[in-house]
């Protein structure tokens, strides 16, 4: 990856850096957020039978966890293109 300067390299790696922490923490508040800590008031309502709680326990924060992978590939992507240092 060869940046045209270093202020770009900086500036790449910042947003980078940025979006890597935000999609982390969606993550966290949906794992431990939904999962542990409002487990008790989601588990009020019901998702495909279960309750939304233990759903979000055991396989709602491996989707979200699933979809935050293709959510980055493609925003690092737009993000290559942009500071122009993407795979021909």
Excluded at 79 to 88: A, I, Q, S, W
Aim: proline share 0%; glycine share 6%; aromatic share 20%.
């Amino acid at each position: 990856m060869a940046f045209e300067s270093n202020e770009k390299a900086q500036g790449y790696w910042r947003e980078n850096l940025r979006l890597v922490v935000s999609l982390l923490a969606v993550w966290f508040v949906v794992s431990y957020g939904f999962g542990i800590l409002l487990v008790d008031v989601l588990n009020q309502i019901t998702f495909m039978g279960f309750k939304l709680g233990f759903w979000f326990a055991q396989q709602g924060s491996m989707y979200v966890f699933v979809a935050l992978i293709f959510i980055y590939a493609m925003k690092a992507n737009a993000l290559d293109k942009k500071y122009n240092v993407h795979e021909d």
